[in-house]
């Protein structure tokens, strides 16, 4: 059931909605992992760097900004 709430918010997009359900249930970590992940695809795909610093993902974001030649 915790696994299909978290892919539910996965889908929306709705990431910090997903981690929270992830934290609550997953004891093995399993989901943290993958939700930062789809994150930071769907972040990459609407080429939002600022939202990838703010995950703690800088070179993610200037490698986005490198090869979109926006830097």
């Known amino acids: ?3 299909q709430a978290v892919q539910c918010y996965i889908d929306a997009q709705q990431w910090d909605k997903a981690k929270r359900i992830a934290q609550q249930y997953d004891r093995a970590g399993e989901f943290i ?3 930062e992940a789809k994150a930071k695809e769907a972040l990459m795909s609407k080429g939002d760097g600022d939202n990838l610093v703010a995950m703690g993902d800088v070179d993610a974001a200037l490698d986005m900004y490198a ?4 830097w």
């Open 67 to 70: 090869r979109q030649g926006d």
């Open 33 to 35: 992992p993958i939700i």
């Open 1 to 3: 059931m915790e696994q």
